[in-house]
């Protein structure tokens, strides 16, 4: 199965890249993964930007797509919770599996209605470290998934 990180932002930060690389590297034997990154539309206008990064977000996915969309008004769930629908959606996508992180303002209705909503948590966190903690998260999945001692429930 192919996971999409479809993320607004810039390439991922120097402190970024060696945790990302680790948690690429762990899951290369679960699944492949690509990145997509968006750049932000602008800062000053905020409703513009909304509209603009969610058009460049819709262009991007497939009709046969699985489309997660990580928003802190999403579903929370478990790491185990979390392995379920992971071992759910591999089993019925046909497409890609796309979790979708948004910009600064994040995405406006014509992406929400269309997506799960997934909540990392009620706080908010820089888009950067949400990378690395989806990654994390997945990995840990995928751990719980296989029997791997990694997650100590």
């Given at each position: 199965?192919?996971?999409?990180?479809?993320?607004?932002?810039?390439?991922?930060?120097?402190?970024?890249?060696?945790?990302?690389?680790?948690?690429?590297?762990?899951?290369?034997?679960?699944?492949?993964?690509?990145?997509?990154?968006?750049p932000h539309a602008g800062n000053n206008d905020a409703a513009h930007a909304k509209k603009a990064e969610s058009e460049a977000?819709?262009?991007?996915?497939?009709?046969d797509d699985i489309v997660v969309l990580l928003d802190e008004r999403g579903q929370q769930m478990t790491s185990p919770q979390?392995?379920?629908?992971?071992?759910?959606?591999?089993?019925?996508?046909?497409?890609?599996?796309?979790?979708?992180?948004?910009?600064?303002?994040?995405?406006?209705?014509?992406?929400?209605?269309?997506?799960?909503?997934?909540?990392?948590?009620?706080?908010?966190?820089?888009?950067?470290?949400?990378?690395?903690?989806?990654?994390?998260?997945?990995?840990?999945?995928?751990?719980?998934?296989?029997?791997?001692?990694?997650?100590?429930?």
């Amino acid at each position: 199965m192919t996971i999409t990180i479809l993320a607004v932002g810039k390439q991922h930060e120097p402190h970024i890249v060696e945790a990302v690389r680790l948690y690429e590297s762990r899951l290369q034997r679960f699944c492949k993964l690509e990145w997509i990154l968006l750049p932000h539309a602008g800062n000053n206008d905020a409703a513009h930007a909304k509209k603009a990064e969610s058009e460049a977000i819709l262009n991007k996915l497939r009709p046969d797509d699985i489309v997660v969309l990580l928003d802190e008004r999403g579903q929370q769930m478990t790491s185990p919770q979390l392995a379920e629908k992971v071992n759910e959606w591999q089993t019925t996508v046909r497409g890609r599996l796309v979790f979708i992180i948004g910009g600064a303002f994040g995405v406006d209705e014509t992406v929400r209605t269309s997506v799960v909503a997934w909540s990392l948590s009620k706080l908010v966190f820089p888009h950067q470290l949400v990378r690395v903690m989806l990654l994390e998260q997945l990995y840990r999945a995928y751990a719980i998934l296989n029997g791997l001692p990694y997650h100590h429930s």
